[in-house]
T-cell receptor, first 116, second 110 residues
């Protein structure tokens, strides 16, 4: 049981390049999210999804796109990388029950992205 | 809007107790607590639902004051393994999205 798998673990991009951060979970969780973590700012929500085909914006969505074509996968796309997007990115998933409340999140191991 | 955590950092000797607070300006449905060790992913500790319940896990427990939109994490008889950064996450409104505080760095020393 792998849990939440993120790839790559490290990436260096040049300004203006695009790339996709991969996230996959094997727990049949409906709810998936992307966070970025910067020193002193905690974890900030980029985008989230409550099921296949459904996505919504979080606190800091600009410069990022997501799609959710399957329950298992939730890729994050950087359209045109900027130095301000240098960060550690975490994907997380949880199960959704009843009225929409969530249980504890399981996090992936993270992707450390540097944009030069 | 991020919940506010306090203190920002705390240093303890092994065996001492600590309290970490989390407050929000929004009406909350739930509060989550996570611990993150350096270079690792956050790990879920517990969740508290609307209703003022208190939960515990070993010597770590938490409470949720629904009227004040505040939660507190209690670490009793701290161990070296408790060191790390603690985050609260809050769920408010109907969107079912989790918003995290900026974290409390806890260091336990001998």
């Amino acid at each position: 049981n792998a849990g939440v798998t993120q790839t790559p673990k490290f990436q260096v991009l040049k300004t203006g390049q695009s790339m996709t951060l991969q996230c996959a979970q094997d727990m049949n969780h409906e709810y998936m999210s992307w966070y970025r973590q910067d020193p002193g700012m905690g974890l900030r929500l980029i985008h989230y999804s409550v099921g296949a085909g459904i996505t919504d914006q979080g606190e800091v969505p600009n410069g990022y796109n997501v799609s959710r074509s399957t329950t298992e996968d939730f890729p994050l796309r950087l359209l045109s990388a900027a130095p301000s997007q240098t960060s550690v990115y975490f994907c997380a998933s949880t199960q959704r029950v009843g009225t929409g409340r969530v249980y504890g999140y399981t996090f992936g191991s993270g992707t450390r992205l540097t944009v030069v | 809007q991020q919940p506010v955590q306090s203190p920002q950092a705390v240093i303890l000797r092994e065996g001492e107790d600590a309290v970490i607070n989390c407050s929000s300006s929004k009406a909350l449905y739930s509060v989550h607590w996570y611990r993150q060790k350096h270079g690792e992913a956050p790990v879920f500790l517990m969740i508290l639902l609307k209703g003022g319940e208190q939960k515990g896990h070993d010597k770590i427990s938490a409470s949720f004051n629904e009227k004040k939109q505040q939660s507190s994490l209690y670490l009793t008889a701290s161990q070296l393994s408790y060191s790390g950064t603690y985050f609260c996450g809050t769920e408010a409104g109907t969107a079912s999205k989790l918003t995290f505080g900026t974290g409390t760095r806890l260091q336990v020393t001998l």
